[in-house]
């Protein structure tokens, strides 16, 4: 009796020591975002389709393309299929193995006669999974699935977040370029004006020269953003996964850059980055998948028991290989326990706990950049509103400016020169707010993809 409950005591030990104790990570999680200055709501429910919210249509289609054709995506899955077939590796590895041979042969031995051999063999081996090594290999099997898993949702959450920064940045340069043929247009009727006015000798040469110099400078950026535009459409293309050209912007509408509203936003609380983050459950399965790893290197130090069994039916005589004299049969049990490997195993072990150290800091570092994502994607939303509502007043004053300004002049009572002033600061102020509101939604964007995803219930406008 004493000896048996010896031999408890010594497998509950030897249960115990396969089981690897580890540095659990330590991640302080904030309340609240401190530049979440507009949200009332504790919890935010996402949706994959985040981009839904800026209620534009061509951006709808252009997402949607994009994660179905682009490759970066079918090789995401691909490596998900891959995964889960590698946990059906780890188990089989475990499993009896059984195979069945079938020989026969020939041999001389110098004499006169010739030796004939027939045999049909079954072997089967079975590796008995002691001390947690089939469970520890399964979770890290299951781990790299899950980590490829979180692999596509991030592949999706990235591909969709750079289609929509670059339509942004493309609509920013068609605008523009609007902006730089319409001003081209405008300066040209001014600059025939004062032509007029010159001939008749009641404006000097110097006054015609610089209203055709103000034509000229909106001319020469009319190339410009010609060029920006194709660029940006060439890198579109790229990320739809198709041929460069085959996009026309001319027919999307710049209604979303025309009459922007800002978007209120519910970012929810940080806590929530720890289950939705791709990038943070990358660092999450990886580091369990590293822990798994010290459990195998663990168990690879323990006992293992091999049970073997082989038979079947042997004869020198093929015309007596199915009697009953040519069967056979041995089986075989073992125990085996390293002993001496001039410390490999144990460096073996400490090497996968070095590992699964890197990987939990990896994973707390990834918390900490994701925080600072969000809180710069958040104070960036909350200046670039108060920025941009300044600029859509500059431009309507320097709109009465630039009118007030040529009125004067036109009755001699001001000069062309400050004309001109006005004309570069109306345009400069025009150029300068597109920019900051196509900024602003890739701003927008930015949120989305720090909070791994968008939101449900929120701002939605009919931009078509």
């Given at each position: 009796m004493r000896s048996y409950i010896a031999f408890l005591i010594g497998c509950i030990a030897l249960l115990a020591g396969c089981n690897p104790k580890l540095q659990q990570s330590r991640i302080v999680v904030p309340e609240h975002y401190a530049y979440d200055v507009r949200s009332n709501s504790d919890t935010v429910s996402l949706t994959e389709e985040w981009w839904h919210i800026f209620g534009d249509t061509t951006l709808n289609r252009l997402i949607d393309k994009a994660l179905v054709q682009n490759r970066d995506i079918a090789i995401a899955i691909s490596r998900i299929e891959e995964a889960r077939a590698?946990?059906?590796?780890?188990?089989?590895?475990?499993?009896?193995?059984?195979?069945?041979?079938?020989?026969?042969?020939?041999?001389?031995s110098g004499s006169s006669s010739v030796e004939q051999s027939y045999s049909i063999e079954r072997y089967i081996g079975w590796e008995v999974p002691l001390f947690g090594s089939l469970r520890h290999t399964t979770a890290k099997a299951k781990a790299a699935a899950s980590y490829a898993e979180w692999q596509y949702h991030g592949v999706r959450l990235s591909l969709a977040a750079e289609v929509a920064t670059t339509y942004f940045t493309l609509l920013q340069y068609r605008r523009e370029l609007d902006i730089a043929i319409q001003s081209s247009a405008l300066r040209r009727e001014s600059a025939v004006l004062i032509d007029s006015i010159y001939r008749r000798g009641m404006a000097s040469g110097v006054n015609r020269e610089q209203a055709y110099n103000l034509v000229y400078t909106a001319e020469a950026d009319i190339p410009q953003y010609e060029r920006a535009v194709r660029s940006t459409l060439i890198s579109l293309n790229l990320l739809m996964g198709e041929q460069p050209d085959t996009l026309m912007p001319e027919r999307w509408s710049l209604k979303l850059l025309d009459d922007y509203r800002p978007i209120d936003i519910p970012a929810g609380l940080p806590s929530d980055l720890m289950h939705r983050r791709p990038d943070i459950m990358e660092a999450y399965y990886q580091m369990a998948e590293a822990a798994a790893a010290v459990g195998i290197a663990r168990s690879n130090r323990l006992p293992s028991i091999s049970l073997t069994a082989n038979g079947g039916i042997a004869s020198p005589d093929i015309d007596k290989l199915f009697t009953s004299k040519a069967l056979f049969w041995k089986t075989l049990a073992s125990l085996s326990q390293p002993v001496f490997q001039f410390g490999a195993l144990r460096r073996q072990e400490q090497t996968m706990r070095e590992r699964y150290t890197q990987a939990m800091l990896q994973y707390e570092q990834s918390f900490d950049n994701a925080l600072s994502e969000v809180e710069t994607a958040l104070m960036s939303i909350e200046t670039y509103r108060r920025e941009t509502a300044r600029y859509r007043s500059l431009i309507e004053s320097n709109r009465r400016i630039t009118a007030m300004t040529m009125a004067l002049y036109r009755s001699g009572m001001s000069a062309y020169l400050d004309v001109i002033d006005a004309e570069r600061t109306l345009y400069n102020s025009q150029m300068q707010y597109s920019v900051l509101v196509a900024q602003q939604y890739i701003n927008y964007v930015n949120l989305c993809k720090a909070l791994g995803g968008g939101w449900r219930d929120g701002y939605k406008n009919t931009h078509k």
């Open positions: 590698q946990i059906k590796i780890a188990r089989s590895e475990f499993l009896p193995t059984f195979s069945l041979g079938i020989g026969a042969g020939v041999s001389d």
